[in-house]
Each structure stands twice: as structure tokens, then as C-alpha cells.
């Protein structure tokens, strides 16, 4: 089981950049593919971004692409998401997620092995 805690959060106006940190426990986190997931009030929770294990293979939903990247430094335990040009529409909750067992990426919710608490991102207009 990892333990992975998000941070960097908060309000920023349409069209500004925010950084959140998902920063994971144990001495194992090179093992997990990571991702992140957001969850919009009402809405399934759903697939953002995600990391290979060494950091060498990325991938995008269309919604963000172009706009988010996502990256880890397997030294620090940490992942990142690199969120600019945001718009309202990507006001959600933000988690970040470990892939489960064997699985190299996770890009939906069955192929999570852990989650993070989520941390909260709204963009105003």
C-alpha cells in the first residue's frame, strides 16, 4: 500500500497556472505507474493524466492536453501536474493515484491500487 497525499490547491483565475504535488510514502515509489483523476461536483470521477514508472511515457485526456503535464522525481517520492492556461471547466477534486499490482499505468479508476485525499482546484471565470 502507498500512502500519497496531495497539496497545491486552491483558486486562480481563468487562464492561470497551478502546480499540485502528490507526495507518496514507503521506499517503493518507483514501482507504481502514477496518475491524477479529478472529480467535479455531481460528475464521475475521471481520468486526467498519467506517469510510467520511470517517468519515460505520459498520457493525456483530450481535455487537457497541451495544458497539463505531469512528471515525478522518484528521488523526492513525488509526482506533479503542471496545470496552465486553466479554464472553469477544470474545477474539480484532484487525486492523485498509484497503479495497481502489475498494472504499468493508470488511466481509470480499476487500475488504482491507492488514493490520495484530493485536493481542491477551482478556476473562476
Known amino acids: 500500500q502507498v500512502q500519497l497525499v496531495e497539496s497545491g490547491g486552491g483558486l486562480v483565475q481563468a487562464g492561470g497556472s497551478l502546480r499540485l504535488s502528490c507526495a507518496a510514502s514507503?521506499?517503493?515509489?518507483?514501482?507504481?505507474?502514477m496518475g491524477w483523476f479529478r472529480q467535479a461536483p455531481g460528475k464521475e470521477r475521471e481520468f486526467v493524466a498519467a506517469?510510467?514508472?520511470?517517468?519515460?511515457?505520459?498520457v493525456y485526456a483530450d481535455s487537457v492536453k497541451g495544458r497539463f503535464t505531469i512528471s515525478r522525481d522518484n528521488a523526492k517520492n513525488t509526482v506533479y501536474l503542471q496545470m496552465n492556461s486553466l479554464k472553469p471547466e477544470d474545477t474539480a477534486d484532484y487525486y492523485c493515484?498509484?497503479?495497481?499490482?502489475?498494472?504499468?499505468?493508470?488511466?481509470?479508476?480499476?487500475?488504482?491500487?491507492?488514493w490520495g485525499q484530493g485536493t481542491q482546484v477551482t478556476v473562476s471565470s
Open positions: 493515484a498509484s497503479s495497481r499490482g502489475l498494472i504499468v499505468i493508470p488511466l481509470s479508476p480499476p487500475t488504482v491500487g491507492s
Open positions: 514507503g521506499r517503493t515509489f518507483s514501482n507504481y505507474g
Open positions: 506517469i510510467s514508472r520511470s517517468g519515460s511515457s505520459t
